[in-house]
């Protein structure tokens, strides 16, 4: 069991609990702890630190409920299997894997430049009929497969290389093209896989996937990229912080 460094400022107005939480959450994130780790117990952390149980304890539940530590009767508290906790910014899966210490791998599964989707077509603000550039890939961290990602932009893309979206994040390419997505519109949400989507991800039929749809924009307010992805629910959380209005 790993006695974590933790510095906590009694001078912040940041609670107590929030900063142990954060300390124990980057821990996490960039490998101090790995999967399976047991976990300092609460009253052990509680006298290390100088810090009162229920505070320990509220720390300790957030990472519970990110889904980064796991209760176990009998077992205590151990950390949970390795997962990609995507916060909400405005980053791509690619930049979130090699943040978390992954290895992003992608396989382009499509690339037409003569796309008609009218979906897409209204969230660019083009035409129904224009040709989109539409993109489909499989992204891998390190060896899992953990999402299906569908992407369409601006005709004006339509010079984008299968090297280029196979080695670099979709934003990634774009920024290189003066491109730069700076706010994005996001739904969350969940449903059962496809057949073609159990196969490709490696699923069982009782396993849920995690859903997002994005729209992404520049400064200006111009419509960048719409995207419909897909991940493995084992595999993937979204992290939101929210506070009092």
Request: charged share 25%; glycine share 6%; aromatic share 4%.
């Amino acid at each position: 069991m790993i006695a974590l460094p933790v510095s906590i400022d009694r001078a912040s107005p940041v609670p107590l609990y929030h900063q142990l939480a954060e300390q124990l959450t980057s821990a996490i994130t960039d490998g101090s702890l790995r999967p399976g780790d047991p976990f300092e117990n609460e009253i052990a952390m509680s006298d290390r630190l100088g810090l009162s149980r229920p505070t320990v304890r509220r720390a300790i539940a957030e990472l519970v409920n990110q889904g980064l530590l796991v209760r176990r009767r009998g077992i205590g508290t151990t950390v949970a299997s390795q997962m990609v906790h995507r916060k909400a910014e405005l980053t791509s899966l690619y930049e979130d894997l090699e943040r978390e210490g992954r290895t992003p791998r992608t396989e382009v599964l499509s690339l037409d430049c003569e796309a008609q989707d009218d979906r897409a077509a209204t969230v660019l603000e083009l035409p129904p009929g224009t040709p989109l550039v539409s993109i489909v890939r499989l992204r891998y961290a390190d060896d899992v497969p953990l999402a299906i990602m569908r992407n369409w932009l601006p005709p004006a893309l339509n010079n984008l290389t299968l090297e280029q979206l196979t080695h670099e994040g979709l934003y990634a390419v774009l920024r290189a093209r003066g491109i730069r997505p700076t706010v994005a519109r996001q739904r969350i949400g969940a449903r059962n896989a496809t057949a073609d989507e159990r196969r490709t991800l490696h699923m069982s039929k009782a396993e849920p996937l995690v859903t997002m749809t994005r729209s992404a924009y520049a400064a200006d307010g111009s419509p960048i990229e719409y995207g419909n992805h897909c991940y493995r629910a084992d595999h993937y959380s979204v992290d939101v912080v929210v506070s009092e209005r």
